[in-house]
């Protein structure tokens, strides 16, 4: 039997709220990086620039305090119990920095995960070490299994999109963006169809 | 029997009917034509649609309506046949499936029939009388099975584009939906009111002659 991966985007897609915009709430940085976030949702600065300036935005509070408001961020329930009973085939594939989202990824969805890496010393932020492409993610699930199939919203899907066998545009919670929706084979809106999709991806073989 | 999963192919270009608008978003009464659709198929929990023409259109009323339809894509949708629509719509899908053109409008009650009449492993297809431009005409046995299919008119029945596939499988051959069910028949078939809008002289027809849309 073929092995499927399935391949998450983590922000918007598990997540129903943008992670980042959350934390900014923390240091009075709201406005700004929402801006950020929506024009970098909507394709007008790359993904890359504006991680980084959300990052330095963000840099001055301590990573234990960004990792408490990001285990209260919700996820979709459909979504986590898919991943939830198929750890072994599902990753999650962000953007978001290690520091800041792999807890809630291991205690509440407990899959792998690949993200971009943070520099820290102890519980200080010094800085972005690498920022994920997620092509090159998918790049390294493929040593691994033989169909990808890949679920997001944003520009920075795109590169995993492009190396995916099965490709899902998801708005959960708001559009995916057009250039996402040019490269899939499925849009979906709702977490429940989304679901019923990948589980008979996974028996499809 | 209760349909779990039903597939509407709405990629097609229209072209015969000559619109600037995919066939399914032509204003019929209060709505677009696929709104009465959606409404027959309230009760399925899953619904695809196959969009290609005008796809974001497309997207955008049929969310408004109901937000849990999966759209399949076919960005081939100018070269390809709706069977191709088709087997991309239902590849994945493991159980039965009701299968239903974009471009029709179905009789509330007939299509009600139609379902019940439906049993588990059993495949069904909706005839009606014939009437559109480019029919595909169907014979049947005393046993209200389909037994051949022609585009000669060797019966007062064509295929309507609705079916229910307990056990077909649509293959990826690029040809008509009818030529793949070839070596199936023969077919259980039930006969409905409906209309299929190819060309504006079926567009007018069908304008003229319902009387259950409001």
Redesign the interface.
């Known amino acids: 039997m073929k092995k499927t991966a399935f391949c998450f985007d983590l922000d918007g897609t598990v997540t129903k709220q943008e992670i980042l915009p959350l934390i900014s709430k923390k240091v009075g940085l709201h406005e700004e990086i929402n801006l950020l976030t929506d024009i970098t949702l909507k394709g007008l600065i790359p993904f890359e620039t504006s991680f980084k300036l959300r990052v330095k935005l963000l840099s001055s509070i301590a990573i234990s305090v960004v990792q408490e408001v990001v285990n209260e961020v919700v996820l979709d329930e459909n979504i986590t119990n898919f991943i939830k009973q198929n750890k072994e085939n599902c990753f999650i594939v962000t953007g978001n920095l290690d520091v800041w989202v792999s807890e809630l990824i291991s205690s509440k969805l407990g899959c792998q995960s690949f993200s971009s890496t943070a520099l820290h010393t102890e519980d200080k932020l010094d800085g972005i070490e690498t920022i994920l492409n997620k092509g090159k993610a998918i790049d390294k699930v493929k040593l691994n299994f033989d169909k990808i199939v890949t679920i997001g919203d944003s520009m920075n899907d795109c590169s995993m999109f492009e190396k995916a066998n099965v490709r899902i545009a998801y708005g959960g919670i708001h559009n995916p963006v057009n250039t996402l929706i040019k490269l899939s084979d499925y849009v979906v809106y709702n977490s429940k169809s989304l679901v019923e999709l990948l589980e008979n991806i996974k028996n499809e073989n | 029997m209760k349909i779990k999963n039903a597939v509407i192919c709405a990629a097609g270009f229209g072209s015969r009917l000559g619109l600037d608008m995919p066939k399914c978003l032509v204003p019929i009464g209060k709505h677009k034509l696929i709104y009465y659709l959606l409404g027959l198929l309230k009760d399925i929990e899953?619904v695809r649609i196959v969009?290609g023409y005008k796809?974001?259109e497309v997207?955008e009323y049929v969310?408004s309506i109901r937000?849990?339809?999966?759209?399949?894509?076919n960005?081939q949708y100018a070269s390809t046949s709706n069977s191709y629509s088709l087997y991309?719509g239902s590849?994945?899908?493991?159980d039965g499936f009701l299968t239903i053109d974009g471009d029709m409008i179905i009789s509330p009650d007939n299509f009600t029939n139609f379902i019940e009449a439906c049993n588990v492993g059993e495949n069904r297809l909706g005839l009606t009388p014939s009437k559109t431009d480019d029919a595909v005409f169907v014979a049947v046995n005393d046993n209200d099975e389909a037994v051949e299919f022609s585009r000669e008119k060797i019966s007062n029945l064509e295929w309507s584009g609705i079916a229910y596939f307990a056990n077909i499988k649509m293959s990826q051959v690029q040809n008509y939906v009818y030529e793949q069910l070839l070596d199936k028949l023969p077919i259980k078939t039930t006969t409905i009111d409906c209309f299929e809008i190819d060309t504006p002289n079926d567009l007018n027809l069908a304008l003229n002659e319902i009387d259950f849309i409001d």
């Not at chain 2, 937000?67 to 894509?73: A, K, L, Q």
């Not at chain 2, 590849?91 to 493991?94: A, E, G, H, W």
């Open positions: 899953n969009v796809e974001e997207i969310k937000n849990d339809v999966i759209f399949v894509r960005p991309l590849k994945d899908i493991q």
